[in-house]
């Protein structure tokens, strides 16, 4: 098991290694892979380097940290960002395993997939240090379940569903693109096991004692 955190000057050289890590990470895996990406403002910024750094995803099964119960072409849906800067720009088919239908509601293909292991989950953290939909307070945090976890309202009003604590805490390889300094902090004091240990990033940090766990930061 290993945690590191590696720094970059700027977000080229930033961009640069989260996507040589994931690659990386895909080319270990070996075949049948399951992996995860995330949503949020991060993946923007990594996700057209992803598709012409590996522009064939045959072998790989592909769905979501998490998600918000909105209509696919939302601008606010995680399904539609990663279809549209990653999957409709990839030279072959990929098999996208969404947790939610296009208008919001679980899908029924993905209800299995927590069960498995994780070959590669890509996480996004939050300032709070909620990481999926998993945010602080919420008893998912704590919770064993391998089910996909139902949020009734996230901070920003809307439902979401979100992987549970513990697929993330399975993967075999976890890499977390943060930017700023914030979450610098949060990370550094979570690595160190010092601060709120009930944030989520800490519980996973505490309750992970295999795989790999990468945080690649720039300010
Ligand atoms: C989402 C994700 C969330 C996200 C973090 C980081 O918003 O869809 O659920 O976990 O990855 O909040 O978001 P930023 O990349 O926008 O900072």
Known sequence: MTTE???FADITLWRRAVVAAIARSIANAGSQQLVALPGGSTPRTFLPALASEIPCWPDTTVTLTD???????DPRSNAGMVR??????LEGPTTFVPPLTASG???ADARGL?????DLIVLGLGEDGHIASLFPGSPAVEDGGIDWVSVDRAPDGLARISLPMASLVQAQYLVIPIL???KRRLVETAIAGAGDMS???SQLLKKRNLGETLFLWSP
């Open 5 to 7: 955190l590696h720094s």
């Open 67 to 73: 998600d918000r119960r909105v209509p696919r072409d």
């Open 84 to 89: 549209q800067l990653l999957l409709d720009t």
């Open 105 to 107: 509601e679980d899908a």
């Open 114 to 118: 927590p069960c498995r292991r994780f």
């Open 180 to 182: 700023g300094n914030l």
């Open 199 to 201: 944030l989520p990033l």
